[in-house]
């Protein structure tokens, strides 16, 4: 019985995070793990990223480099752990194993998965009082900070209901700041979060 590697054929990783390309095989009784090669096909071109064999693991792709690895601890798990992915690093990888049998033949595998890369919509947003809480005497300074999550970059838009139920605009600052308040100042804040 020779070994199949396994893995799915398309992958989903979010821009920034870290994504693992999955390539396993069930290790087989006389078969020896000789070399394991990851190769890339993208828009930059195509290359081998990374090579383990007697002498240890390679990094061959600079682009990569620090940002791979591969699990030594888990025999027959040869996945590639990718650190904070970039828009780039999408394309077609190739992991290939060769084992070496009894009689000195070798035997290789390869299984090939697409990699997208996808930004992540921001987050409805949540509003943060200044230290005081929303109620505050006259004279005092307070600020509201728009926080969302999501792909950067992100934008903020604050506006301030009108007795006519429209929205005035205010701001594309994160923060709205009030360092001395009037009592005018009093009403219903809301923001906006988007990113592309």
Do not use: M
């Amino acid at each position: 019985a020779f070994p199949d590697l396994s893995g799915p054929s398309e992958i989903k990783g979010v821009w920034k995070e870290s994504v693992t390309l999955p390539c396993a095989y069930v290790p087989v009784e006389n078969l020896v793990q000789q070399t394991l090669t990851w190769a890339v096909v993208h828009d930059k071109g195509s290359g081998t990223i990374f090579w383990r064999d007697d002498s240890g693991d390679h990094v061959l792709l600079s682009e990569y480099r620090d940002r791979v690895s591969i699990p030594n601890d888990a025999p027959g798990n040869v996945s590639l752990l990718i650190l904070s992915l970039e828009i780039s690093d999408k394309g077609t990888y190739t992991c290939q194993v060769t084992w070496r049998d009894s009689n000195n033949s070798l035997i290789a595998r390869e299984i090939t998965t697409k990699l997208e890369v996808v930004k992540v919509a921001a987050t409805k947003p949540i509003i943060r009082a200044g230290q005081l809480g929303l109620t505050l005497p006259p004279g005092a300074s307070t600020s509201l900070t728009c926080e969302a999550s999501g792909s950067p970059p992100i934008s903020y838009r604050w506006f301030r209901s009108t007795p006519a139920g429209k929205a005035a605009f205010l701001s594309t600052a994160a923060e709205l700041a009030w360092p001395s308040l009037r009592p005018s100042d009093s009403g219903t804040y809301f923001c906006e979060a988007e990113n592309r």
